[in-house]
């Protein structure tokens, strides 16, 4: 991809950082992000990738309106990329999410009315979806055409004895406030981050941009030198880089750089559709955080029972859902379709992820 100019909505971020370092140099990027001046020599300060390089510049929105600021930069543009979305690391109480399912939600409208307003509409449109939304798999992984959908917790969510407790105690308070016919009371057994997922795509699905092809990118944990990697790299540099849970469960991930040569394989490729961008090289926890381990030198790393991740997420104000769900899926659409990924097996990815990081990032000493 080169010579197009390429939105991207919440390009701050971790990912958004890469995918500007990746196609900046050849391309005109626009980044819509929330308190980011239009002025190049402050935005850049806030990214950590000497961006002043790359032909940038950044336009602010609120991620939930048009406004004829950011709405004007579709205007002919090549490709818009919308990453915008809350994090979901942190613990679920009813503000954050709200927040999480309208940081998603409202910012994919504002995007899909922006594009119906121009004369001339992007190529195409990718939004960032994720693989959570195919249910807990220990077996055969979940493809884009036979992937197992459910948004029941039962199907989702491993419990241990704090979450029967937890969910019992919700439902009580849920028949006593509301009854047992109520939304309410029956949301006690929707998994939220299945529900997020769903409620993200639907909204996508809804915008109706006949000029402009849309493609939906189910993304898995992405190894690069941020992100997931940073407390990962901390438990093992402390010793406590063992397994969490049984171990079983699945992690799907892909390396960040096939990340951006996925993008740029499906704008380049006139695709459209949902595509899983994950590598097919799934493993389970267990065998995640050995790799980690021995691609960094640690030979002790203590594991970590249900009950211990449950507590220590409550801790770091976080879930234990996104440590223990098995997610195991499988791009076989873009496989089917000819794309080839870089990094196809963990080890290699993480070590070179690694080459590129200071020792201290990973050693005490």
Known sequence: MKNKKVIIAGGSGFIGQALVSSFGGDNEIVILGRGVKNSPGNALESLDVGLKQHKLRFVKWNA??????WQKELEG????????????????HEKEKQEIIESRTLSTKAIGEAIRKTKKPPLAW?????????????GVANDEFTGEISDLKKDNMPTNF????????NRNIARRK????????RDVDI???VKVCQLWEQAFNEQLTPGTRKITLRTAIVIDAGGVMVPL???CKFALGGRQGSGGQYMSWVHMEDVARMIDWLFENNKEGIYNCVSPGAVTNKEFMRTLRKVTGHYIGLPATAAMVEVGTWIIGSESELVLKSRRVY????????????????????????????????HII
Not at 162 to 169: A, C, K, N, Q
Not at 178 to 185: A, D, H, I, R
């Open 64 to 69: 939930r309106d048009v406004e004829e600021g």
């Open 77 to 92: 543009a090549d490709l818009v990329i919308n990453l915008t979305g809350k994090s979901v690391n942190c613990r679920y």
């Open 126 to 138: 990718i939004n960032a979806a994720s693989t959570t939304i195919y249910r807990n798999t220990y």
């Open 162 to 169: 704090i979450d029967r407790f937890r969910r019992s105690l």
């Open 178 to 185: 509301y009854g047992k016919n109520s939304p309410e009371y």
């Open 191 to 193: 998994d939220f981050s």
């Open 233 to 235: 790299l901390n438990l």
């Open 331 to 362: 791009p076989k659409r873009a496989l089917r379709e000819g794309f080839r990924f870089k990094y196809e097996e963990l080890e290699p990815a993480i070590r070179e992820v690694i080459s590129r990081l200071p020792r201290k990032r990973y």
